[in-house]
Structure formats: structure tokens, C-alpha cells
């Protein structure tokens, strides 16, 4: 069985432009995260979807970022526009269930160098 | 803000040796999940440990929880080369609904010498 699939795993842009990341869940899979992962720390939470539905976007900086999951199934995040700051590890995940008592399956993430 | 407090930062020992990293939170929690990355990969689930439990095993794993003192240690007995990596300890909350999340740390950087 695929795990969770991310593209691109390497993205290096100048600040001012824009970005996507893709990410495709375990099928069967209804809950999706987002996570950014500083070097030497934790991932955080960006988003949660259940199925389609953004039910936790609270931690998203909404003025430059923006996430969809049109389907219910993949999943795209952007940054529009891209600064320094944001030059981290873009994490993608799924669970089967709602996710606190659920196993999270963690894709291999994207890293995002922002020059 | 990551509730999770994993201590040691880094932890270095010889193959053989058992390794016990150890997790701090604040709040109270629904459950308690450790997690492993390697270098430039994903995250890795281990186990899982509920708020009524106190003690979980997992082959070479073994999770204990202490709700008294908002506490949890991962020991990993009879480390290999290949357990070199980060460890997570990730927090659930209790309230269920839009604020539920898992809560990661820090995490701990465990190098097992060959």
C-alpha cells in the first residue's frame, strides 16, 4: 500500500513569488494535515481537513497562505507571496479517523528554501 | 505553542545500551503518541499511550504515562545503529471538535553508536 505522497520534496524559490505543494493521502484515509517543521523543532499544525471540509485552520496565515481539498481526497497548500521566513519543511499527513486517537501517517514532506 | 517538552535534547549511547527519553506537558491530555523521524524523512508513529493507561509495550518500546505528574518516558531497549534519529512526543487534548490537535515538541536527537 502507498503512503502518503508529497511533491515536489525539494522547492527553492526568491521571496515575492508563489508556491504549491501536492499531497496525497492513504486512500481511504478522510483526515488530512498540514504541518510546517522548523529545523530542530516539533511539527505544527497548519490545517486539518475532514474530507473536504477545513474543520482546523486556525494556526494558517491566511493573508499568504491558502489550502484546498477539493475532492476530499489530494490535497494542495500555496504561498502566495513566498518570504524568508517560510523556508521550513512542509509536512503532509493523514489519519483514517479524526486524528487524536489516530495514528498519523506522515509524508516524506516538501523543503522550502525561500532566497 | 508545542506542549510537549521532550528531555534530554540529545541523547548519544553504544549499541546494547537501553535509551529513556522523556516527555513533559501541561495540560491535561486525551492521549499521548510518540513519533520517530530520520534524517530528511517523515515522521514515523510508534505508540500510543491513552490517559488511563500507564504502561504500554511495543517490541523493543515501552511507554509509561504519569497523568499525576504530566509526565511520559520512552525507553528503547537494546538500541541498534538504526535507532539513531528524532523522537516526538505528541500530545492529544480532551476537547474534541475545531481545537483538537496533536501537539508536538522539540523532540530529542538519539545517536546509537555502533
Known amino acids: 500500500e502507498a503512503g502518503v505522497v508529497q511533491s515536489p520534496r525539494y522547492k527553492i524559490i526568491e521571496k515575492k513569488q508563489p508556491v504549491a505543494f501536492w499531497c496525497n493521502p492513504i486512500?481511504?484515509?478522510?483526515?488530512l494535515y498540514w504541518y510546517l517543521q522548523n529545523l530542530g523543532q516539533g511539527p505544527e499544525l497548519l490545517i486539518r481537513?475532514?474530507?473536504?471540509?477545513?474543520?482546523?485552520d486556525s494556526q494558517l496565515p491566511k493573508d499568504r497562505f491558502s489550502a484546498e481539498r477539493l475532492k476530499g481526497v489530494d490535497s494542495t497548500l500555496k504561498i502566495q507571496p513566498a518570504e524568508l521566513g517560510d523556508s521550513a519543511v512542509y509536512l503532509c499527513a493523514s489519519s483514517l479517523g479524526r486524528g487524536l486517537s489516530d495514528e498519523q501517517y506522515f509524508g516524506p514532506g516538501t523543503r522550502l528554501t525561500v532566497t | 505553542s508545542q506542549q510537549g517538552e521532550e528531555d534530554p535534547q540529545a541523547l548519544s549511547i553504544q549499541e546494547g545500551e537501553n535509551a529513556t527519553m522523556n516527555c513533559s506537558y501541561k495540560?491535561?491530555?486525551?492521549?499521548l503518541q510518540w513519533y520517530r523521524q530520520n534524517s530528511g524523512r517523515g515522521l514515523v508513529h510508534l505508540i500510543l499511550?491513552?490517559?488511563?493507561?500507564r504502561e504500554k509495550h511495543s517490541g523493543r518500546l515501552r511507554v509509561t504515562l504519569d497523568t499525576s505528574k504530566k509526565s511520559s518516558s520512552l525507553l528503547i531497549t537494546a538500541s541498534r545503529a538504526a535507532d539513531t534519529a528524532s523522537y516526538f512526543c505528541a500530545t492529544g487534548g480532551v476537547y474534541t471538535g475545531a481545537n483538537s490537535k496533536l501537539t508536538f515538541g522539540k523532540g530529542i536527537t538519539l545517536s546509537v553508536r555502533p
Open positions: 481537513y475532514e474530507n473536504e471540509e477545513a474543520v482546523d
Open positions: 495540560t491535561s491530555i486525551n492521549n
Open positions: 486512500s481511504g484515509h478522510n483526515t
Open positions: 499511550i491513552r490517559s488511563n493507561e
